[in-house]
């Protein structure tokens, strides 16, 4: 079983309708632990934390404020429930950046969405791991932050890092690998799942090093141009090429990570330049002349 992973974005859409029903992020409970932490910060804590422009801290306070008013959904009734059902929205149709108008859910037919639901996992720093139809609202909060010193931070976390522990490799690999039962800082336990690493690195470290060694995990890295004979990759770029290799898998239901060698939109394989290391590999796509 492939399970592909990628970064959310910064910009949300709210009440995005889609004909896959709604369901429940699998981590809302400790969603509802991070947001009685961040309702307890003010604004400058806030503006801190999410590293905002004073001119983006209005909007972004508007969308906690909404949070406060609804709560986050933590059962199936909670889908159906005025107002908070407003402001919901699948997740992979609630973020609006590059790498999703280039994955582009919206036009996919229903097969091709089926696909992203039993395959694609969306890291994100507000609710962990996500489905692509979880139902999510918008919310500000990048993995990276650094957590203000504070009781309400579980464990005395001062990362998301430490915050999410290895809830989001259990769950990149639930219904697919028998997790350990220990404590938080247990790895996830091999099975058959196979990781396709789409994620930035900054999103990829909340997963990849909590998975157990012999998970295999293929990353894929798309470079513009050489240097010093490494690829230059260009944020822009590479969040829209993996927004279209997300959608490339989806079409033509892709159920093995050998598939992706024949990637070839707007890339091509470079095998010169591509490694790996037991199951851990690097896939290197250069850009097509």
């Not at 806030?46 to 404020?65: E, I, N, T, Y």
């Amino acid at each position: 079983m492939l399970r592909v992973i990628v970064s959310p974005a910064k910009k949300m859409l709210a009440g995005v309708e889609s004909s896959f029903p709604l369901t429940v992020p699998a981590l809302a409970g400790r969603t509802r632990k991070l947001l009685d932490g961040l309702l307890g910060m003010t604004a400058a804590e806030l503006q801190a934390l999410w590293r905002v422009s004073d001119r983006l801290l209005g909007p972004c306070l508007d969308d906690l404020a909404r949070l406060r008013e609804t709560g986050v959904p933590s059962c199936a009734d909670d889908l159906a429930r005025p107002p908070l059902v407003a402001s919901l929205s699948p997740a992979v149709l609630a973020y609006s950046g590059i790498q999703y108008q280039a994955m582009a859910p919206a036009v996919m037919d229903e097969r091709s969405l089926a696909w992203l639901a039993d395959h694609l996992r969306i890291m994100s720093g507000f609710h962990g791991c996500l489905r692509p139809f979880d139902a999510v609202a918008p919310y500000r909060l990048e993995m990276g932050a650094r957590l203000p010193a504070g009781s309400c931070w579980p464990g005395g976390a001062r990362d998301l890092y430490g915050f999410w522990g290895d809830a989001i490799a259990r769950e990149v690999c639930a219904g697919e690998a028998p997790c350990d039962a220990g404590g938080a800082a247990a790895a996830v336990a091999a099975g058959p799942v196979h990781v396709v690493n789409l994620a930035s690195v900054e999103y990829a470290k909340a997963a990849l090093p909590r998975l157990s060694p012999d998970v295999p995990i293929t990353t894929c890295i798309f470079g513009e141009e050489l240097r010093d004979g490494r690829p230059v990759q260009r944020s822009t770029a590479s969040k829209a090429a993996r927004g279209s290799m997300v959608r490339w898998m989806a079409e033509r239901g892709a159920s093995d990570a050998a598939e992706l060698e024949v990637f070839d939109i707007g890339y091509r394989l470079a095998p010169e330049l591509c490694h790996e290391d037991g199951p851990r590999r690097t896939l290197v796509f250069m850009r097509a002349s």
